[in-house]
């Protein structure tokens, strides 16, 4: 924004201490960082000058592929959008944590019959964002892929069945759940409610994801068999944007299932797959190769699909998120896939 702006800095350096490539997560607590009506004034100058810098910019007929079509101010309110998300993932571990709203028609969500798995036909199918529209680098280009057939569960795997996988395996249970007696409650928010076998399971890790998965004789899609199967999804119909404060039940939204019959694929939760963060074939960094490009390679594992917590204006099936296998205090769960 500075640059795009010819703006200066407004405090100094101060902008390096939000540099998350500069600054790992367990030094960023100890960095001289704003706090409190500092912060809340500092936000408010940036917020002002943003939209000065806003008002007078060309979004048309420019060369700057920043200003085109508004780029740059799309990226600063995904990002901050997703920042809304990674806020959430701490607050959940805040002690009675109570939400300004939650809106009690997510959970009440009527649940559809249906398979236990839906076929995906082998063919040609269209993988990435177009380059029309707003989009990160890392869906990009669009091109075509060859899929051979197979399964995927219909809904998001259910804490039912995760628990029934850790009875039978004695694997370790997703973050935030905790024995009480015979059953487990979750703590998520600082509250402890019975786990409720009917939702999507939450707070898993790849390795639980993949191990779970193999229990169940199936296996992790991979994520171009994840994005041909959440074909004709819709975000409109889907519990995202952070209302419920937690997942609808599993096969939930059965009148918004992708082209396939499969559903939930956006929103609840995020769903891990076996692909490492690549890049597609043809990939050009952009606006700058330290949102992307630095984190290829096999140490990041690719989730699809948005949670409850993600906003709507963010999803899309293109959209690759990425993480750590070793993450579970993300919104993360996993729906499995047999070959055909």
């Known amino acids: 924004m500075q640059r795009v702006g010819g703006r200066e800095p407004m405090d100094g350096e101060l902008g390096r201490f939000y540099d998350a490539i500069e600054n790992p997560r367990k030094t960023r607590n100890e960095l001289p960082i704003l706090r409190g009506d500092q912060l809340l004034s500092y936000m408010d100058e940036v917020r002002a000058r943003t939209l000065d810098v806003l008002d007078r910019a060309e979004l048309s007929d420019t060369e700057d592929p920043l200003l085109r079509d508004g780029f740059i101010y799309e990226m600063l309110l995904a990002h901050e959008h997703q920042h ?8 959940q571990m805040v002690d009675g944590y109570v939400p300004v709203r939650v ?13 236990e798995m839906v076929r995906v036909e082998a063919g040609t199918y269209a993988i990435g964002a177009g380059p029309d529209g707003f989009a990160y680098d890392n869906e990009r280009p669009a091109h075509e892929v060859e899929l051979d057939a197979f399964l995927i569960d219909r809904a998001p ?4 069945a995760f628990a029934e996988f850790v009875a039978d395996t004695g694997a370790e249970p997703p973050t935030y759940w905790e024995r009480d007696g015979d059953g487990w409650v979750t703590t998520t928010f600082g509250h402890r ?71 939930q694929m956006l929103g609840d939760v995020w769903e891990w797959t076996s692909s490492d963060f690549t890049a597609y074939e ?12 630095v984190f290829f390679g096999d140490a990041h594992k690719v989730l699809r699909g948005g949670a409850w917590a993600t906003r709507r204006d963010v999803i899309r099936t293109s959209f690759r998120n990425w993480d750590l296998p070793e993450r579970s205090q993300i919104f993360s769960g996993l729906r499995c896939v047999r070959d055909s």
């Not at 809304?84 to 607050?91: C, I």
């Not at 809106?103 to 398979?115: F, K, S």
């Open 157 to 160: 795997v259910t804490n039912g």
């Open 282 to 293: 043809g990939f050009e960094a952009f606006p700058y190769p330290e949102y992307s490009e």
């Open 193 to 263: 409610r019975a786990l409720d076998p009917a939702r999507p399971v939450v707070h898993v890790d790849w390795h639980q994801a993949d191990a779970f998965a193999r229990w169940a004789g199936k296996r992790l899609p991979t994520e171009l068999e994840w994005e041909a199967a959440a074909a004709g999804s819709d975000p409109d119909r889907a519990n995202l944007d952070h209302l419920g404060f937690g997942c609808a039940p599993a096969g939930a939204y059965a009148d918004a299932a992708s082209d396939c019959g499969a559903v």
């Open 103 to 115: 809106d009690g028609t997510v959970a009440g969500e009527p649940v559809a019959d249906g398979p």
């Open 84 to 91: 809304n998300e990674t806020m959430l993932q701490l607050l």
